[in-house]
């Protein structure tokens, strides 16, 4: 739809304007910058691509190219056009100073963003109206270098382009009903509105689409396509969900000829089939979207809480809370300077205990993006909020993060981020908790911070973290031979994340590295070990990303992706057991924290490969791991269920043993599959089982030595693994 639009511009503009049916080039230039001014920076984009391809000397259109590029996501090609600007310009336009700025912070080279933060500034005038916003970024990007360390009790994703378009996806609502149900709101093509203007009219060259509210379902861990509410709920104007009563009977949501003013309204639902039964407004409303107010979220059926900007606030957008007492709502109550500032507050979220609040904010003195998203716990002695902490990343990004709201499990949490890899303009994510969050646990007595009365008390739990690169010891890389080279690979440890790629993790993969560049023969699989430290699902993916971390590192020093193999193997083969008599072994839970390698194609070089042998101590044995390398050393089958580019959400890897993640560097797909069988018919029945449980797709995978074998390569193995014609047999 984007292209077919474009390209009716491009008819339109040139029809228009004489003499130009014989220099369509000018005529991208002309279309390109009329929707440059008009911010479609993606349409711009195009257009402006294709002029300078026949004109590359124009250096204006080069800055605009960068400057599309940025709000178009593509940060590497901005980069490159800015720079070139800079490089090149004889006197440099404050803006590319701005959006190197920009970009940088946007992809978390805070210094660098600082830098040119600081050259705009110093090329504008003193009273420029910009110097106060761009002094924000800076203390943004201070933020970002104190708040990026990564968090290792959740996990982030975006929500894939099943569920987001290229345009504005946002406002998260789950399903009261249903678990596996997700309600939004997307402006994107084919919505009821078409494109329209910022007043409402219709606009099809510079408009932009209206806003409808879609649902989604989750089957076997993937989200299905995202599909519109039925007419009459959709219509030309805008509308946007705010929230559900209890039941998931009524639905509140917003309708306006813009997504800023217009009125709320209530809908009510048979449960079983949303079937509209009625319209109606909702009665003697506390707030006023076409005086500003906005950002409604209902606690319950009677506390709702929103944003305004109404006189009295603290500065920008304020939240407030109301309550519906004896049929009518109070007065919207501010709630102070703790959580308000002289910034925007946005978002409110207000967790089952009603002592814990989640917001979005863009002050500069805590954020490190635009919004942020915020938490604040509200005291109960001293009947005050606590200082609202930073969510940090990968919660947070240098863009705005917004809409946050949690399941009622407290295992998941859905927001709304414009983050720069993303699908589009705004997207959905998701958030993934090892453990459920406290306060979705329970409700309180009283049931929110506005009617507190007794003081509850505080739980603190400490973490003790184990110590790295158990064994340690000054070694050589490489063993010298008098005969043929001999190469001595040994395994990485790691505390947590950030230390996967240590000095001394560098160290021990020396002789690794060097075998690899020397011999572009061989190939590499990377096997992902940890301890159990949450959900299967967690312990997996945080794996996978550990052993991201090793292949990115090899990658950068001159490994070509496609020789490396990656295996997410979370807690499954544990080599030592993290418990003695019911207390934690911390030797134990440090050799479990641990990254494995393998080389492929030795027997065919001139080379020695040694692997170090991991000390155990006896009381400690544990034999999975040798159950893992035996079963993958020749012929084993895995049964695969799921290959999706985000984490795979479903019971069935918590129910069935030997779950796994596989991706091939530099692939954004990850296979999961499940069980370790040397036979055929194993792996099938397993496969049967899984279909039987509602498993779709599930197919069996044939592994020689640990890696996948294709289909060209199974008469080549059949001879040597008889049982590979069994499989032949059965499958096509």
């Given at each position: 739809?984007?292209?077919?639009s474009?390209?009716f511009?491009?008819?339109?503009?040139i029809?228009?304007?004489?003499?130009?049916?014989?220099n369509?080039?000018k005529?991208y230039?002309?279309?390109?910058e009329?929707?440059?001014?008009?911010?479609?920076y993606d349409?711009a984009?195009?257009?402006l691509?294709?002029y300078h391809?026949r004109k590359p000397?124009?250096?204006?259109?080069?800055?605009?190219?960068?400057?599309?590029?940025y709000?178009s996501n593509?940060?590497?090609?901005?980069?490159k056009?800015l720079n070139?600007?800079l490089?090149n310009?004889k006197?440099?336009?404050?803006n590319v100073?701005?959006y190197?700025?920009?970009t940088n912070?946007a992809?978390?080279?805070?210094?660098?963003a600082t830098?040119?933060?600081?050259?705009?500034?110093?090329?504008?005038?003193s009273?420029?109206p910009?110097?106060a916003?761009?002094?924000?970024?800076?203390?943004?990007?201070?933020?970002?270098?104190r708040?990026?360390?990564?968090?290792e009790?959740?996990?982030?994703?975006?929500m894939?382009?099943?569920?987001?378009?290229p345009?504005?996806?946002?406002?998260?609502?789950l399903s009261?009903?249903?678990d596996?149900?997700?309600?939004?709101?997307?402006?994107r093509?084919?919505?009821?509105g078409?494109?329209?203007n910022?007043?409402g009219?219709m606009?099809?060259?510079?408009?932009r689409?209206s806003?409808?509210?879609?649902?989604?379902?989750?089957?076997?861990?993937?989200?299905?396509v995202?599909?519109?509410?039925?007419s009459?709920?959709n219509?030309?104007?805008?509308?946007?969900l705010?929230?559900?009563d209890?039941?998931g009977?009524v639905?509140?949501?917003?309708?306006?000829?813009t997504?800023?003013?217009?009125?709320?309204l209530?809908?009510?639902?048979?449960?079983d089939?949303?079937e509209?039964?009625f319209f109606?407004?909702?009665?003697?409303?506390p707030?006023?979207?076409e005086e500003?107010?906005?950002?409604i979220s209902?606690?319950?059926?009677?506390?709702?809480?929103f944003?305004?900007m109404?006189?009295?606030?603290?500065?920008?957008y304020?939240?407030?809370?109301?309550s519906?007492?004896?049929?009518?709502?109070?007065?919207?109550?501010?709630l102070?300077?703790?959580?308000?500032s002289?910034y925007?507050?946005?978002s409110p979220f207000?967790?089952k205990?009603?002592?814990?609040l989640?917001?979005s904010?863009?002050?500069?003195?805590?954020?490190?993006?635009?919004?942020?998203?915020?938490k604040a716990e509200?005291?109960?002695k001293?009947?005050?909020?606590?200082?609202?902490a930073n969510?940090a990343?990968?919660?947070n990004?240098p863009?705005d993060?917004?809409?946050f709201?949690?399941?009622?499990d407290?295992?998941?949490?859905?927001?709304?981020s414009?983050?720069k890899?993303?699908?589009?303009?705004?997207?959905?994510?998701a958030?993934?908790?090892?453990s459920?969050?406290?306060e979705?646990q329970?409700y309180?007595?009283?049931l929110?911070f506005?009617?507190?009365v007794?003081?509850?008390?505080?739980?603190?739990?400490a973490?003790?973290?184990p110590?790295?690169?158990p064994?340690?010891?000054?070694r050589p890389t490489?063993?010298n031979?008098?005969k043929?080279?001999?190469?001595?690979i040994?395994?990485?440890?790691f505390?947590?994340?950030n230390d996967?790629?240590?000095?001394g993790?560098?160290s021990d993969m020396?002789?690794?590295?060097?075998?690899?560049i020397?011999?572009?023969?061989?190939h590499?699989?990377?096997?992902?070990h940890?301890?159990q430290?949450g959900p299967?699902?967690?312990?997996?993916?945080?794996?996978?990303?550990?052993?991201?971390?090793?292949a990115?590192?090899?990658?950068?020093h001159?490994?070509?992706?496609?020789?490396?193999n990656i295996?997410g193997c979370?807690?499954a083969?544990?080599i030592?057991y993290t418990?003695?008599d019911?207390e934690p072994s911390?030797?134990?839970?440090?050799?479990?924290r641990?990254i494995d390698?393998?080389?492929?194609?030795?027997e065919t070089l001139?080379?020695?490969?040694?692997e170090k042998e991991?000390?155990?101590?006896?009381?400690l044995?544990n034999?999975k791991?040798?159950f893992f390398n035996?079963t993958?050393?020749g012929?084993?089958?895995?049964?695969?269920v799921?290959?999706?580019k985000q984490?795979y959400d479903s019971?069935?890897i918590?129910?069935?043993?030997?779950?796994?993640?596989?991706?091939n560097?530099?692939s954004?797909v990850?296979?999961y599959t499940l069980?370790l069988?040397q036979?055929?018919?194993?792996a099938e029945?397993l496969?049967?089982?899984?279909?039987?449980?509602?498993?779709?797709?599930?197919?069996?995978?044939?592994y020689?030595?640990?890696?996948?074998?294709?289909?060209a390569?199974l008469?080549t193995?059949?001879?040597s693994f008889p049982?590979?014609?069994?499989?032949?047999?059965?499958t096509?």
């Amino acid at each position: 739809m984007k292209q077919i639009s474009f390209l009716f511009c491009i008819l339109f503009f040139i029809s228009c304007h004489q003499g130009m049916a014989q220099n369509t080039t000018k005529a991208y230039k002309d279309i390109g910058e009329a929707f440059f001014e008009r911010e479609i920076y993606d349409e711009a984009l195009k257009a402006l691509l294709i002029y300078h391809k026949r004109k590359p000397g124009d250096i204006d259109i080069k800055k605009k190219i960068g400057i599309c590029s940025y709000h178009s996501n593509d940060l590497d090609q901005a980069i490159k056009f800015l720079n070139y600007v800079l490089e090149n310009e004889k006197k440099t336009d404050p803006n590319v100073y701005y959006y190197l700025g920009k970009t940088n912070h946007a992809r978390k080279s805070f210094k660098q963003a600082t830098r040119y933060y600081k050259s705009y500034l110093a090329s504008i005038k003193s009273n420029h109206p910009d110097r106060a916003r761009v002094k924000d970024d800076i203390r943004r990007c201070a933020n970002g270098i104190r708040l990026t360390a990564i968090e290792e009790n959740i996990i982030v994703e975006n929500m894939g382009s099943n569920i987001n378009g290229p345009y504005d996806d946002f406002l998260p609502v789950l399903s009261p009903n249903y678990d596996n149900r997700i309600y939004f709101s997307s402006v994107r093509a084919g919505n009821k509105g078409g494109k329209r203007n910022e007043k409402g009219h219709m606009d099809q060259k510079f408009g932009r689409f209206s806003s409808d509210i879609f649902s989604a379902s989750q089957y076997n861990g993937e989200w299905s396509v995202a599909s519109p509410l039925t007419s009459p709920l959709n219509t030309p104007r805008n509308e946007i969900l705010l929230d559900f009563d209890n039941e998931g009977k009524v639905m509140y949501f917003f309708k306006g000829f813009t997504r800023f003013s217009g009125e709320l309204l209530v809908d009510t639902f048979k449960n079983d089939h949303g079937e509209l039964l009625f319209f109606g407004t909702l009665d003697d409303p506390p707030v006023q979207p076409e005086e500003g107010d906005r950002q409604i979220s209902f606690y319950n059926d009677s506390i709702m809480l929103f944003s305004s900007m109404r006189p009295g606030g603290f500065g920008g957008y304020d939240i407030y809370i109301t309550s519906r007492e004896n049929g009518v709502w109070t007065e919207a109550r501010n709630l102070g300077p703790t959580v308000n500032s002289a910034y925007d507050e946005q978002s409110p979220f207000l967790a089952k205990d009603g002592r814990t609040l989640y917001f979005s904010s863009n002050n500069s003195y805590t954020s490190m993006g635009g919004f942020d998203i915020m938490k604040a716990e509200y005291n109960d002695k001293t009947r005050s909020w606590r200082a609202p902490a930073n969510l940090a990343f990968p919660v947070n990004s240098p863009e705005d993060d917004i809409n946050f709201k949690m399941s009622k499990d407290g295992l998941k949490a859905y927001f709304a981020s414009n983050r720069k890899e993303g699908e589009g303009e705004s997207d959905l994510y998701a958030a993934y908790y090892k453990s459920p969050q406290k306060e979705q646990q329970r409700y309180s007595n009283p049931l929110v911070f506005s009617m507190i009365v007794t003081e509850e008390p505080e739980q603190s739990t400490a973490d003790v973290a184990p110590t790295a690169n158990p064994d340690k010891e000054t070694r050589p890389t490489k063993i010298n031979s008098n005969k043929i080279p001999v190469y001595k690979i040994e395994p990485v440890f790691f505390t947590d994340n950030n230390d996967v790629i240590s000095s001394g993790n560098k160290s021990d993969m020396a002789a690794l590295l060097e075998a690899l560049i020397a011999y572009p023969e061989l190939h590499l699989s990377i096997n992902s070990h940890s301890d159990q430290q949450g959900p299967t699902k967690f312990d997996l993916y945080y794996s996978m990303k550990r052993a991201e971390q090793i292949a990115d590192y090899l990658g950068e020093h001159g490994v070509s992706r496609e020789r490396i193999n990656i295996k997410g193997c979370g807690a499954a083969y544990p080599i030592a057991y993290t418990e003695i008599d019911g207390e934690p072994s911390r030797k134990g839970i440090s050799l479990n924290r641990r990254i494995d390698f393998k080389l492929h194609g030795v027997e065919t070089l001139p080379i020695r490969v040694t692997e170090k042998e991991i000390k155990v101590p006896t009381s400690l044995r544990n034999f999975k791991l040798r159950f893992f390398n035996e079963t993958m050393n020749g012929l084993a089958y895995k049964v695969q269920v799921s290959a999706i580019k985000q984490m795979y959400d479903s019971y069935i890897i918590d129910d069935y043993p030997d779950a796994m993640i596989e991706s091939n560097f530099g692939s954004d797909v990850y296979r999961y599959t499940l069980g370790l069988y040397q036979t055929y018919s194993s792996a099938e029945q397993l496969r049967s089982e899984l279909e039987n449980k509602g498993v779709s797709g599930a197919y069996v995978v044939p592994y020689i030595n640990g890696l996948r074998c294709s289909r060209a390569q199974l008469d080549t193995f059949a001879e040597s693994f008889p049982d590979l014609y069994e499989y032949l047999k059965h499958t096509n």
